[in-house]
C-alpha cells in the first residue's frame, strides 16, 4: 500500500495532475483512502503493542483490577481488527467509487410500491449510519402507495464495494395493510447498483448515439416542480438503454448526473460481454417476482430476513428495515471473495 501511495503522490506533484480534473480527483480520491487505511493499520499495530504491555504488567503484578480495562481494548482491537478484514475483501476495480442504486416495484401491486418506499427507507438509514451522503436523481412516486422507483446517488469510500451485495429482488411477505380481508401478501422489488464512474473509467460514448429529450420534474411528494423542462432523459440509440435525472434545477446538471447513470450501465453491458454470463457487475436481477429474491423478508406468520445465497438469517426484522443490514452484506462479501 506505501509504494502505492508513494506512486500516487508522485502523479499529484506533477504539473499537468489537474489538467484532467475527473482523473485528478480520482487519484487523489484513491490515495486518501489508501493514506486513510495506512493510519488505521499503524494504529492498530500501537494498540496491540500498548495491550500486550498492559497483559504483561498486569501478569507480573497479579493486579486483576485492570482485567476490565483488558477485556475493553481486546473488544476494541477485535472490531478493528474484522473491519480490516472486511476492506481486504472490497478489492475489486471500482469497489471503492460512489454508487448509484435504483429500486423498481415488481410484482404485487400497492404492497409492492409500499416495498419499494420501504427498501428506500431502509438503504437511507444505512447510508446515513454509514456516514455516507445520499442524493435522489430520480423518483417516480405511486398514483395510489408509496414508488414505481428511485435512483439514488451514494457517495462514500467503498459505497459501491458495499453496496453491490444488495443487487437483486427483495420479497416481503406481511399481512397487507391494503387488502380488507388482511390477507397475507407477497412482494417485490428489484435493486440495482452500479459504480459511478467518471469520464477516464473505460466508457466512451458517441453523441451520435444519443437522443436526448427533457421534461418537467417533480421531486417526492410533489415538492419542488420545476416549471421549466430541466428534467433529462438520455436513450443509448445503438442499445436501448435509457436514464434519467430530475435532481437538479439545470438542465446541464441534470445531464452531466444522466451521462454518468449511462457510463455505469454501459460498463454493466461490457462486463457482461467479458465474461460471458448473467451474474456480473449489476448482479442477476432476474424477473423482478417468484422464484428469483436474493432475500425474503417476513413479517408474518413470523419475524424473519434471510439471505437466500449465503443462509444468513435476522430475526428482529425492524431493525433490518431500519438500515442493520451490514451481516447480510459482509456474509455476502466473505463467501463472494
Not at 247 to 271: F, P, V
Not at 273 to 298: C, F, H, M, P
Request: charged share 30%.
Amino acid at each position: 500500500m506505501e509504494k502505492e501511495l508513494r506512486e500516487f503522490e508522485f502523479k499529484m506533484q506533477e504539473t499537468s495532475f489537474w489538467d484532467d480534473t475527473d482523473l485528478a480527483q480520482e487519484i487523489a480520491q484513491k490515495a486518501k483512502a489508501i493514506k486513510d487505511k495506512i493510519d488505521r493499520f499503524n494504529l492498530l499495530i500501537s494498540k496491540i503493542e500498548d495491550l500486550d504491555v498492559l497483559i504483561e504488567l498486569s501478569a507480573e503484578e497479579e493486579d486483576d483490577s485492570s482485567m476490565g480495562e483488558i477485556k475493553s481494548e481486546l473488544r476494541d482491537v477485535a472490531h478493528d481488527i474484522d473491519r480490516f478484514r472486511i476492506e481486504i475483501l472490497l478489492s475489486g476495480k471500482y469497489d471503492i467509487n460512489n454508487a448509484i442504486l435504483t429500486l423498481h416495484n415488481g410484482a404485487g401491486g400497492n404492497d409492492a410500491q409500499d416495498w419499494t418506499e420501504m427498501l428506500y427507507r431502509m438503504y437511507s438509514r444505512w447510508c446515513e449510519k454509514k456516514g455516507y451522503k445520499i442524493e435522489v436523481l430520480d423518483y417516480q412516486p405511486s398514483d395510489e402507495a408509496g414508488i414505481k422507483a428511485v435512483t439514488l446517488k451514494i457517495t462514500g469510500e467503498f459505497a459501491y464495494g458495499y453496496l453491490k451485495a444488495e443487487k437483486g429482488v427483495h420479497r416481503l411477505v406481511r399481512i397487507s395493510p391494503f387488502n380488507a380481508n388482511g390477507k397475507r401478501q407477497t412482494s417485490f422489488a428489484s435493486c440495482e447498483v452500479l459504480p459511478e464512474l467518471t469520464e477516464s473509467q473505460d466508457i466512451d460514448i458517441r453523441p451520435d448515439d444519443l437522443r436526448i429529450d427533457t421534461y418537467r420534474s417533480g421531486g417526492a411528494g410533489g415538492q419542488h416542480v420545476n416549471k421549466t423542462e430541466s428534467a433529462i432523459r438520455i436513450t443509448h440509440i445503438p442499445t436501448g438503454i435509457v436514464v434519467q435525472c430530475q435532481n437538479e434545477r439545470s438542465q446541464h446538471s441534470n445531464k452531466q448526473t444522466a451521462m454518468k447513470m449511462l457510463m455505469a450501465k454501459l460498463l454493466d453491458l461490457k462486463e457482461r460481454a467479458k465474461k460471458d454470463r448473467i451474474e456480473d457487475l449489476t448482479g442477476d436481477l432476474k424477473d423482478n417476482g417468484w422464484g428469483s429474491q436474493i432475500r425474503s423478508y417476513v413479517f408474518h406468520p413470523y419475524n424473519l430476513v434471510k439471505d437466500h445465497r449465503t443462509n444468513t438469517e435476522m430475526g428482529n426484522v425492524d431493525a433490518v428495515m431500519d438500515g442493520d443490514i451490514d451481516i447480510f452484506i459482509e456474509e455476502y462479501l466473505r463467501m463472494n471473495k
